[in-house]
């Protein structure tokens, strides 16, 4: 298996796409910027946000229990699994006992990470996703590249076609207008005759045991609401204890995840329509696991906003698919590991510890900290590959030897003056994609010796 | 045999650190001109924006700007002109046809263009999506600064569903080009009704 600088490195090949991308995302970002500027109690609400999700977190078991006491009361069906096999094993019993093999879902990162889909058509049941970032990716047999922009790595041509071999629009068309077109009325129809719906869940209300789902294209409840049957997934981590914290986390959400001051769309589930079934479905999936690791636990207040992975240096040039986990980025590279270390032991890695993610994060999760805690963790588990170790043991032994540290910098320096061939070569992966700087005639020190010298 | 919720429940338990408090924020809003602040953050998520005098208004607005084709339906007792759900109808497939809705807000939220539509003010919960375009009747009462002052009026409201609108559904998905139109509604007006009762 290739791992995260392998594929980057695939990426990273096509410069023009890879600035693209970067740009893009990088547009995305300072949207975000813009948007959290005009509010001056920002801050204020982030370090509440925070604490409402800590505070949840130490007594998640009570408003689990809570949640689930007035979801029944609300007429709507709680169902519990363990693991991403329970789930969808209790959403296939549902559409079975009610005689159904046509489903269309709506955005859910918990049931990619469940790989849900496959499962199902693996059991005869047919799978729509309507997000239309979603619908593409699925076109292309691909798992989304982001959690909030699925489809953020393709261009425009590449889903005109998609749209061409599947949806019947002319060969070349690629005009998004046309194209978004074109999917509004596939999915329409879609919408009309689907007898059963599933939906992602954006925050679940203890108090109330009501759900909330934010979209900007309306899909969540255009399935929902023509559907006998909505199914809703959810992690465990979703809950919030009151109501009106929902005005905290809308304000956030939205603004970090692309700079909008709300999504179109804030749907809030409390009862089922009449005449509907509702099932809800709590997903622990490693969760539980996670809020025992004192260092770790805090990735469990993430509300999913990818504001993390616009500003990521290395996910903007690296894409979503080289992290090959669902939730890509600096967040996916805190949450893969604790479902399996050795696995995702690469992701960690793929940081530059530079803190923007941590900076901008809506809820304050102290993501560049966990990477290095993760780091910590894995090489003492023996999951890291022996040449990085011994590396940074040659790194260390010279970095605590002062003089050989002079030393080889004068060598080195010499060395690329005269032989820039030397390093200006495949051998050197530093040069994959970059250019060698110029060796410069003498060392900060010996600037800096020389400086005291005539000054002296 | 133990069940998944409760191996959930106790792993949960088992986990979970030592309770942590956490103390509620007061957030001072300015409570003026918010109609215009509205206006321009609704402006900004792709809706527009309009003033009418009264009720009576409405129908005139709806024939020069939307045409006298379509179906047009109101969960409005004062626009009897419209199609309402008097027909009691319960099978929201019916409303695929919905040209235009008209629906009355009880909260507009001035921060971001929001309106906030529990499920007895829109007949059906489909019909705010499913209809090619939407206007949403709002009184000068229902203009708050933020979602804070928002969920306070909300407060413990028993609505089986609710939603907060914010312009015309939309998707950027393909390139970041921002289109109109998702899957819900193209367009998006909120109409301030000055005098709403005649």
């Known amino acids: ?456 | 045999m133990v069940t998944s919720k409760a191996r959930i429940l106790r792993a949960v338990k088992a986990n979970q650190p030592n309770f942590i408090s956490f103390v509620d924020i007061n957030i001072p809003q300015s409570a003026e001109d918010l109609p215009n602040k509205f206006a321009l953050a609704l402006g900004n998520v792709g809706g527009k924006f309009v003033e009418l005098d009264h009720l009576q208004e409405v129908q005139s607005y709806i024939n020069e700007n939307f045409g006298q084709g379509g179906r047009v339906l109101s969960s409005l007792a004062e626009l009897s002109k419209l199609e309402g759900l008097n027909v009691i109808d319960t099978n929201p497939h019916h409303l695929a046809n919905v040209s235009l809705a008209v629906l009355s807000a009880d909260i507009a939220v001035a921060e971001n263009g929001a309106c906030w539509l529990p499920e007895r003010n829109i007949l059906q919960r489909v019909l705010p999506f499913i209809a090619q375009h939407l206007i949403i009747l709002v009184s000068v009462k229902a203009f708050v600064a933020t979602m804070h002052q928002a969920y306070e009026t909300i407060g413990q409201d028993a609505y089986g569903y609710g939603v907060f609108v914010a312009g015309p559904s939309k998707t950027a998905d393909i390139e970041q080009s921002l289109v109109l139109g998702a899957h819900g509604p193209r367009s998006m007006t909120v109409c301030l009704i000055n005098e709403w009762s005649a």
């Not at chain 1, 970095?399 to 070569?425: D, Q």
């Open chain 1, 1 to 456: 298996m290739k791992d995260h600088s392998e594929l980057s490195a695939i990426f990273n090949a096509d410069e023009q796409r890879v600035n693209w991308h970067d740009e893009t995302l990088w547009w995305i970002r300072q949207k975000r910027d813009k948007a959290v500027n005009t509010l001056p109690e920002w801050e204020l609400l982030r370090e509440n946000a925070s604490q409402i999700k800590q505070h949840t977190l130490s007594n998640l078991s009570a408003y689990l229990e809570q949640f689930e006491a007035k979801a029944l009361a609300n007429g709507v069906k709680v169902h519990w699994a363990a693991n991403a096999a329970e789930h969808n094993e209790i959403v296939l019993s549902i559409l079975k006992g009610n005689g159904i093999n046509r489903m269309v879902k709506s955005k859910s990162m918990l049931t990619e990470e469940c790989h849900l889909n496959t499962f199902l058509e693996n059991n005869g049941i047919e799978v729509i996703d309507s997000d239309l970032g979603e619908r593409i990716v699925q076109l292309a047999k691909e798992p989304p590249s982001h959690i909030v922009l699925p489809c953020i790595h393709k261009k425009k041509e590449e889903i005109g076609e998609l749209f061409h071999e599947h949806l019947d629009t002319p060969a070349g068309e690629a005009d998004p207008q046309v194209l978004t077109e074109a999917a509004r009325q596939d999915l329409r129809n879609v919408f009309l005759t689907r007898r059963a719906a599933l939906t992602g869940v954006n925050f679940a209300v203890a108090e109330t045991g009501e759900i909330m789902i934010c979209t900007n294209e309306g899909n969540a409840d255009m399935g929902a609401h023509l559907a006998d049957i909505h199914l809703a997934s959810m992690g465990i981590e979703k809950i919030i204890p009151q109501r009106r914290h929902l005005g905290i986390f809308l304000r956030l959400l939205a603004r970090s995840a692309t700079g909008q001051p709300i999504t179109t769309y804030s749907s809030h589930f409390r009862t089922p329509r009449l005449g509907q079934q509702m099932h809800i479905i709590l997903v622990d999936n490693g969760r539980s696991q996670q809020l025992g690791r004192d260092h770790f636990r805090n990735a469990l207040k993430c509300i999913r906003c990818g504001a993390c992975m616009n500003t990521c240096p290395v996910y903007r040039k690296s894409g979503g698919h080289s992290y090959q986990y669902t939730i890509s980025g600096p967040i996916g590279s805190i949450l893969a590991p604790n479902l399996d270390m050795k696995k995702h032991a690469d992701l960690p890695f793929a940081s530059t510890l530079c803190g923007s993610c941590t900076n901008v994060c809506p809820v304050k999760i102290d993501i560049h900290n966990q990477l290095y805690q993760w780091r910590q963790e894995l090489v003492g588990a023996g999951y890291v590959d022996a040449k990085k170790k011994w590396a940074m043991k040659a790194m260390s032994f010279l970095f605590a030897h002062p003089s050989l540290f002079a030393w080889v910098g004068k060598v080195g320096r010499r060395l690329m003056m005269i032989g820039p061939y030397l390093f200006n070569n495949k051998l050197n992966p530093w040069y994959h994609q970059r250019e060698m700087p110029r060796a410069a005639k003498q060392s900060f020190r010996e600037w800096y010796k020389q400086r005291a010298k005539n000054n002296g």
